[in-house]
C-alpha cells in the first residue's frame, strides 16, 4: 500500500511567475491567491504573478508568496481526490504545511508569516549575519568545525541537516567564514557563503522568536488532520499546544530535515509529493534515498506527471 508524504518548500525556492499558470487553469487554486490578496489587503498576487524579483526577495514577501503558492497547488491535488498520510515542510513551509492538515487556517497563516519575515528581516542588522553550505563533511566533523569557529570568537551553528553531506551553517559574518575556511580544511568538498538576508535558523534569531511568540499567541492552533512532522524534533506533533512552541524555536534552531524524511521513510512512506515552486525539496529526498518516488508539482505539466504516476500506483 503506498503511503503519501506531502512536503512544502522553504525560502529560496521563490520565483515570479510561480503558480500563475495553475491560477489561470484551476478556480480552487486562483481563490487562495485572491484570499492572499484580501488576508494582506494588497494586490499580493500581482507581485507574485508579474513582479520585481528584488522585491520578491525581501523576507517579508517571499515567506506569504510561498505559503500562498503552496497551499493554491495542494488546493489542486486536494481537488483531484490526493490524500496525504503525513506532511512535513522545511523550515517557513512548516506553516505550509499545518495549513494544508487544518491546524491554522490560511488567513491566520499568511498573515503570521508576513509578519515573521519582517520580523526575521529586523532582529540582525544587515550584513551582520550570513549563512553558508558545507557539502562532503559528516554532522561529527561539522560539530567540531562550527566549536572551533565560535572558540575563535565568532557565533555560528549548524542551521540546516537537509541530507547526508550537505549541511547549511549560519551565525555572525565572521563566524561563518571562520568555518567555511575550517571546513575546507577538514576535507569539506565544497564550503560556500550564501546569498541571504540573515542568518536564520540560528541563536541571532531569538529577538525575532520572543516577537514570533507574542504573533502565535493570537491564533488558534487546531491538532493536525495528518500528521505534520516538526522541524525542530523531527517527530510528529501529538497536539495543538505543542505547536506554537515548536514554531518559535524553528526560528532559531536547526531545521532537522534528513532526520525528517528518515523518520517518514521508517513509517513506511515511499511516495513525496512537493507542492510548491521547484523541486529542492524532491533533490534532498533522491539524496537520501534513491528508492523513492518522488513527485515535485509547480506547473501543468508536473501535475499531470504527478497524478498519472500516482494513478499507476494505484492511489
Known sequence: ??????????????????????????????????????????????????????????????QPALLTTSIAIWE?????GLAADYAAGHSLGEYSALTAT?????????????????????AVPAGKGTMAAILGLDREVLKEVVSQAALEGGQVQAANFNCPGQIVISGT??????????????????????????????????????????????ITFEKPLVPVISNVTAKPYLSADEIPTALVEQIYSPVMW???????????????????????????????SRRLTVLPVYDQASLDKAISTLDEKGD
Do not use: W
Not at 489542486?76 to 483531484?80: P, R, S, T
Open 102 to 122: 487544518g491546524a491554522i487556517s490560511f488567513k491566520e497563516a499568511v498573515q503570521a508569516v508576513r509578519q515573521r519575515g519582517q520580523l526575521m528581516e529586523e
Open 1 to 62: 500500500m503506498t503511503k503519501v508524504a506531502l512536503l512544502f518548500p522553504g525560502q529560496g525556492a521563490q520565483h515570479i511567475g510561480m503558480g500563475k499558470e495553475l491560477a489561470e487553469a484551476f478556480t480552487e487554486c486562483k481563490a487562495i491567491f485572491t484570499e492572499a490578496d484580501e488576508a494582506l489587503e494588497e494586490n499580493f498576487s500581482d507581485l507574485i504573478f508579474n513582479g520585481n524579483e528584488e522585491e520578491l526577495k525581501r523576507t517579508e514577501n517571499t
Open 258 to 288: 534528513e532526520d525528517t524524511i528518515k523518520y517518514l521513510v521508517d513509517q513506511g512512506v515511499d511516495t513525496f509529493i512537493e507542492a510548491g515552486p521547484g523541486k529542492v525539496l524532491s533533490g534532498l529526498v533522491k539524496k537520501i
Open 173 to 218: 559574518t565572521e563566524g561563518v567564514e571562520r568555518a567555511v575556511t575550517l571546513a575546507k580544511e577538514a576535507g569539506a568538498k565544497r564550503a560556500m557563503v550564501l546569498s541571504v538576508s540573515g542568518p536564520f535558523h540560528s541563536e541571532l534569531m531569538k529577538s525575532a522568536a520572543g516577537k514570533m511568540a507574542v504573533v502565535l499567541d493570537n
Open 76 to 80: 489542486i491535488l486536494k481537488g483531484k
